[in-house]
């Protein structure tokens, strides 16, 4: 007897054929992006949520990114200094259960020399605090930074007497040895009354401390000689420290290697609010934001790049006459929209 072959039939055998399983949905991702090689300045990042406090080591920048992906949790990502796809972004853990409301605030990363460690500030607090409950410096194998091998609360009396609640700009000084900055962290209303006021942060500078590493936690905490009410650091190539502080925030200073305080080298046309070195050249951010400038020391010559969204931080990258840049996306002030990260280059 044979059969007859129906339309249906037909139609039925060709969807069993296209709809094999292990062929439908299989999808690779899209491929790496490598570097794109334009002019600079370039933009980095095109985070639509918040990228902020870069460093860079060797050629690779760490920063903290707020993307949206993990709630109001911050994350450490690390991308190529001439851009390109993210190398890799790394989160805290996720609660243990439903009672953790807390919020993890990964900031200030920095890696090691070797690239095998990462330092950097782990903040928690709830998600309708004003401040962080807790802050702490922590280093970590760099690619597993959930899991601290050092836990260093950053609430803390310094040797002269003075409580430091906060700390910024972390950088290695070697295996064992972390300098930053210290301060004390001062949070006020600056907006309007009722629910929509808006909360600001003040850091009171204190000074730069070196922290030594300890197995466990534990670190000892010293002073910097010379360099009380620094606000704004950054290592010389050939050794030493530029320093600007507080009491004239213009003037640049010069902290030699072993020296019990710094001397004056010039002065930059404004306040500074960070520092960076490129090649021996002190490089400035002004407190407006949008100049940056930098002073040939040998022959006083000034030169400055003005940009049109406010700058925040800068950093070199090391070997190079280029610095990357955390770049706010709006100039407004009171604005939450956040920032990118931008590739800059001196002449």
């Not at 010379?226 to 030493?240: C, E, K, L, P, R």
Request: aromatic fraction near 10%.
């Amino acid at each position: 007897m044979r059969l007859a072959v129906t339309p249906f039939l037909i139609v039925l055998a060709l969807c069993s054929a296209a709809c094999r399983h292990e062929a439908s949905f299989s999808w690779a991702g899209p491929d790496t992006v490598g570097p794109f090689p334009g002019p600079t300045p370039r933009r980095l990042t095109f985070n639509p949520g918040d990228d902020r406090t870069p460093s860079v080591t060797g050629d690779l920048v760490v920063f903290s990114r707020l993307d949206g992906f993990h709630g109001r949790e911050r994350c450490i990502a690390l991308l190529a200094a001439a851009g390109g796809t993210l190398h890799r972004t790394m989160c805290p853990l996720p609660p243990v259960s439903p009672a953790d409301t807390f919020v993890d605030t990964w900031v200030e990363p920095v890696l090691s020399p070797d690239g095998r460690q990462i330092a950097f500030v782990w903040q928690e607090g709830s998600p309708a605090g004003y401040y962080t409950w807790t802050r702490y410096l922590v280093v970590a194998p760099a690619t597993d930074p959930a899991h601290p091998t050092f836990r260093w609360q950053s609430w803390y009396v310094l040797p002269d007497g003075r409580t430091a609640t906060a700390l910024s700009k972390p950088m290695w000084l070697g295996p064992t040895t972390i300098r930053f900055l210290a301060s004390y962290e001062r949070v006020f209303k600056v907006k309007g009354g009722g629910a929509e006021r808006l909360t600001d942060t003040l850091m009171d500078a204190y000074t730069l401390v070196d922290l030594e590493l300890a197995s466990g936690g534990g670190g000892a905490v010293g002073i910097v000689r010379g360099a009380d009410s620094t606000i704004a650091y950054a290592a010389v190539a050939s050794g030493g420290f530029w320093l600007v502080k507080s009491s004239d925030s213009t003037r640049l200073l010069f902290l030699a290697p072993g020296a019990d305080s710094a001397v004056t080298v010039t002065s930059f046309s404004g306040p500074v609010v960070d520092l960076t070195d490129v090649e021996g050249v002190p490089v400035a951010l002004l407190s407006s934001g949008t100049t940056v400038e930098w002073i040939d020391v040998p022959t006083g010559v000034v030169s400055r790049l003005s940009i049109e969204m406010p700058l925040r931080r800068i950093a070199v990258v090391p070997g190079t006459r280029r610095f990357v840049a955390e770049v706010e996306n709006t100039a407004d002030p009171l604005a939450s929209i956040g920032a990118n990260l931008w590739l800059f280059s001196l002449p």
